[in-house]
């Protein structure tokens, strides 16, 4: 059974930063495939950042240098790092995992992933 748990979430002031973080149990990170998706109320699901088991990182347009996605294999978990927060990254943030390998741009899909954790809510006030 694998299990995904975020926190991290909050209230935050536009410009700020949070880092988000999200434990697995029941599969290593180091040898998964994991990625970050939001939601915002009225919107589909979107796609964050990915992270393969080599450590290639994929980033959204709308996040590119602003997040950043890490992993520590002794906590088993994977973090997303958020600077320059805006009033537009509001959502829910749900963590994922994919137990095969990414091919071509399929991390971006949210079907294309087995295992979601509950979210965790982030509210950017202007």
């Known amino acids: 059974q694998v299990q995904l748990v975020e926190s991290g979430g909050g209230l935050v002031q536009a410009g700020g930063s949070l880092r988000l973080s999200c434990t697995a149990s029941g599969r290593t990170v180091s040898s998964t495939n994991m990625g970050w998706f939001r939601q915002a109320p009225g919107k589909e699901r979107e796609f964050v950042v990915a992270?393969?088991?080599?450590?290639?990182?994929y980033y959204a347009d709308s996040v590119k240098g602003r997040f950043t996605i890490s992993r520590d294999n002794a906590k088993n978990t994977v973090y997303l790092h958020m600077n320059s927060l805006k009033p537009e990254d509001t959502a829910v943030y749900y963590c994922a995992a994919r137990r095969s390998g990414f091919s071509s741009r399929d991390y971006e899909v949210s079907s294309a992933y087995n295992y979601w954790g509950q979210g965790t809510q982030v509210t950017v006030s202007s």
């Open positions: 992270i393969s088991w080599s450590s290639n990182t």
